[in-house]
T-cell receptor
């Protein structure tokens, strides 16, 4: 069964600190993996996308990694800011005639002063 | 501004009411989607339209009825809903069916409360 799991469910960190969010998946055949950021009261917005051959992808203070062998991904946030408070959703696509998109439950991150 | 506009942002309705959610995309995309987002659960795909034709319907109860009159507009008609239907309803669009180069673009959702 295609499934995406994320940990932790929620996280609180101090402003300026770093943090890492985890994503494990059992999706086959694998097409790509995206991380989305969803601010409260907003729709999700894509942060990064990686395919099988990509191990690392950065977008400003966000760095995503992918280990296709262990089927794990992480999202590392450096020097966190208050505006990083949001839900971070890992989304894995299975390759069919088009991408079948499977969403994780998200990690809720709160950055406090 | 996301390019995908949903109205209303908030909706409270009784179980006997009939209401409609509206989604409009200004991105020239050919595919549109309805998702349901409940607290602490993954987004659930409800319906997919590609070039105005419904191509996916994920066992959604008949009290939810989608309509796609053209490639820019998508509606979700609601009637005789249940309290467990309370959730955030997200509309999304993409250039074609999802792929590496065709990500989903989401609206900001309609927060629905059924009383």
């Amino acid at each position: 069964k295609n499934q995406v799991e994320q940990s932790p469910q929620s996280l609180i960190i101090l402003e300026g600190k770093n943090c890492t969010l985890q994503c494990n998946y059992t999706v086959s055949p694998f097409s790509n993996l995206r991380w989305y950021k969803q601010d409260t009261g907003r729709g999700p917005v894509s942060l990064t996308i990686m395919t099988f051959s990509e191990n690392t992808k950065s977008n400003g203070r966000y760095t995503a990694t992918l280990d296709a062998d262990t089927k794990q991904s992480s999202l590392h946030i450096t020097a966190s800011q208050l505006s990083d408070s949001a839900s971070y959703i890992c989304v894995v696509s299975a390759k069919t005639s088009y991408d079948k998109v499977i969403f994780g439950p998200g990690t809720s991150l709160s950055v406090i002063p | 501004e996301t390019g995908v506009t949903q109205t209303p942002r908030h909706l409270v309705m009784g179980m006997t009411n009939k209401k409609s959610l509206k989604c409009e995309q200004h991105l020239g995309h050919n595919a549109m989607y309805w998702y349901k987002q409940s607290a602490k659960k993954p987004l659930e795909l409800m319906f997919v339209y590609s070039l105005e034709e419904r191509v996916e319907n994920n066992s959604v109860p008949s009290r939810f009825s989608p309509e796609c009159p053209n490639s820019s507009h998508l509606f979700l008609h609601l009637h005789t809903l249940q309290p467990e239907d309370s959730a955030l309803y997200l509309c999304a669009s993409s250039p074609g069916r999802p792929s590496y180069n065709s990500p989903l673009h989401f609206g900001n959702g309609t927060r629905l409360t059924v009383t």
